[in-house]
């Protein structure tokens, strides 16, 4: 499986950004997808996450501002990103919880990783 984010760059504080993904290979299905975000020098975390027809689920720092969609037809995540803050710069990375066969277990797949600035 592979994913192939983009949309990322240099944003002004209060400005907006989307970042896309798109999932593709041997999908049999695709439980949930998301996005994480990896500052410099922290840890990677949970940014928001969407599970099929589900209810998407924010880390409490972007509930508000940011909105997670999904295209099911073409195995795409949408991170809509709007009044972005200097502390939302990172590398926002894509995943997708997915299936490759019936038989075997789902598991994470990741993106290459885009990097988002905010900065004046």
């Known amino acids: 499986v592979q994913l192939l984010a983009s949309g990322g760059g240099l944003v002004q504080p209060g400005g907006s950004l989307r970042l896309s993904c798109a999932a593709s290979?041997?999908?049999?299905?695709?439980?949930?997808m998301g996005w994480y975000r990896q500052a410099s020098g922290k840890q990677r975390e949970l940014v928001a996450i969407?599970?099929?027809?589900?209810?998407?689920t924010y880390a409490d720092s972007v509930l508000g501002r940011f909105t997670i969609s999904r295209a099911y037809a073409k195995n795409t995540v949408y991170l809509q990103m709007n009044s972005l803050k200097p502390e939302d710069t990172a590398v926002y990375y894509c995943?997708?919880?997915?299936?490759?066969?019936?038989?075997?277990?789902?598991?994470?797949?990741w993106g290459q990783g885009t990097q988002v600035t905010v900065s004046s």
């Open positions: 969407m599970a099929t027809g589900g209810i998407p």
């Open positions: 290979g041997s999908i049999f299905r695709i439980n949930a």
């Open positions: 995943t997708s919880i997915t299936m490759t066969q019936p038989h075997l277990p789902s598991r994470h797949y």
